[in-house]
């Protein structure tokens, strides 16, 4: 993965030239572990991709509406979840609004073209009171070079700089977490963190 500002183009192209299959892969690990015990509600799903994640919560009772900036990644989406419980958006999570809040707001390994903590702080403000964020994202690492399926170093965060944007007279932090992976082959340094809106 090369140096980018991880805009609408990059993202259309990255999806045009990823090859998967027919399948939906499964949804990322984290999210049955952290999210399973909650009742559904309504849930966001901040730079969903192709919608595994979405989809997994659609088929657990939850309403989505699921967000990307790629129309690329959306049409493939679409055209796997037919539940009637998610609601797609091409959206530019920078700027766009979802003009309410959710029960859930989640993001997994979204980059947008904007610092990420900054990112992670603009989707907190969409939980609702009481509600859930959670963030699974690349940790950084003494590796995180952006070459040898090493995401680049801006789109790569710690554990502390997460929970520091996360003022606790707001925000109950229930996980906090680094873990290793492997997935394709690669090893995956993940960060998680699960958090309650207090107010």
Not at 36 to 48: F, I, K, R, S, V
Not at 161 to 181: F, M, N, Q, S, Y
């Amino acid at each position: 993965m090369t140096d980018h500002d991880f805009g609408k183009d990059y993202w259309d192209e990255h999806w045009h030239q990823a090859r998967h299959p027919a399948d939906r892969n499964a949804p990322n690990p984290y999210l049955a572990e952290e999210i399973g015990d909650l009742a559904p509600g309504t849930a966001l799903d901040a730079g969903c991709g192709t919608g595994a994640e979405a989809a997994w919560l659609a088929s657990h009772g939850w309403q989505v509406t699921a967000a990307d900036i790629s129309a690329e990644a959306l049409a493939r989406a679409a055209a796997l979840e037919t539940s009637g419980r998610v609601r797609w958006v091409e959206a530019d999570l920078t700027a766009w609004d979802p003009g309410t809040r959710f029960d859930l707001v989640m993001t997994h390994y979204a980059h947008p073209a904007m610092p990420q903590l900054d990112f992670y702080e603009r989707i907190s403000a969409w939980v609702a009171p009481g509600g859930t964020l959670l963030i699974v994202g690349h940790l950084h690492t003494a590796d995180a070079t952006g070459h040898d399926h090493h995401p680049p170093a801006h789109a790569t965060v710690t554990l502390d700089g997460i929970t520091a944007t996360l003022d606790g007279a707001r925000w109950k932090i229930t996980t906090a977490e680094e873990h290793v992976r492997t997935a394709g082959g690669n090893p995956l340094h993940d960060v998680v963190v699960r958090a309650t809106r207090l107010a």
